[in-house]
């Protein structure tokens, strides 16, 4: 049980574009997803808090209307990056945490983005 | 001061040596730790949860230090598949969740 799921796992886009990640509990009811961001050999970056229903909660230094959450349902959230430069490539991971269990915290298995 | 603070590593040991890996947390309020493991361009999975009395799963121990603050994964035997990056997981009041940097582990032949 606990299983996220995350897509696309992979994708390039040009500079200017936007890129929409989706990430779905697909066993469980997800009040709260996570998105991280994680460089090249270093550890994942919490960037923001997704809370169904209503606005997520960003970590400083992220700019939220850069990087636009939505958690319209208790099994999806997603998150778009707009206006992508190439500074903005990295590997984007949802998470979500399953109540009531020792599922810890699952991950979706994330998003390599390039932007070019 | 970070939430997680954890060595970065890198440690290598050869194929059946024991090699242990602490971490240390900020808040005294904390609820739940795991240890998650990572390979390369992969997400991070699960590894165990660490409980106070401390619980073992096959050759991973891990241990819950309230009183000094850390947690601690210990891998005996080590096999070549062991090697990975191990993060510790710290859980704190209001559902948020704070990651270690990671310690990269290499198992030699």
């Known amino acids: 049980g606990a299983v996220v799921s995350q897509h696309p796992s992979r994708v390039i886009c040009k500079s200017g574009t936007s890129v929409k990640i989706e990430c779905r509990s697909l066993?469980?009811?997800?009040?709260?997803m996570f998105w991280y961001r994680q460089f090249p050999k270093q550890s994942l970056m919490l960037m923001a808090t997704s809370n169904e229903g209503s606005k997520a909660t960003y970590e400083q230094g992220v700019e939220k209307d850069k990087f636009l959450i939505n958690h319209a349902s208790l099994t999806l959230s997603t998150l778009t990056v707009t206006s992508a430069h190439p500074e903005d490539s990295s590997f984007y991971i949802c998470s979500a945490h399953r109540a009531g269990g020792s599922y810890g915290y699952t991950f979706g298995s994330g998003t390599r983005l390039t932007v070019v | 001061r970070k939430e997680v603070e954890q060595d970065p590593g890198p440690f290598n040991v050869p194929e059946g040596a024991t090699v242990a890996f602490n971490c240390t947390y900020s808040n005294s309020a904390s609820q739940s730790f795991f240890w998650y493991r990572q390979d390369c361009r992969k997400e991070p999975k699960l590894l165990m949860s660490?409980?106070?009395s401390g619980n073992e799963d096959g050759r991973f121990t891990a241990q819950l230090n309230r009183a000094s603050q850390y947690i601690s994964l210990l891998i005996r035997d080590s096999k070549l598949s062991d090697s990975a990056t191990y993060l510790c997981?710290?859980?704190?009041?209001?559902?948020?969740?704070?990651f270690g940097t990671g310690t990269s582990l290499t198992v030699i032949p």
């Open positions: 660490v409980y106070s």
């Open positions: 997981v710290v859980n704190i009041p209001g559902n948020q969740f704070y």
């Open positions: 066993d469980f009811q997800a009040t709260t």
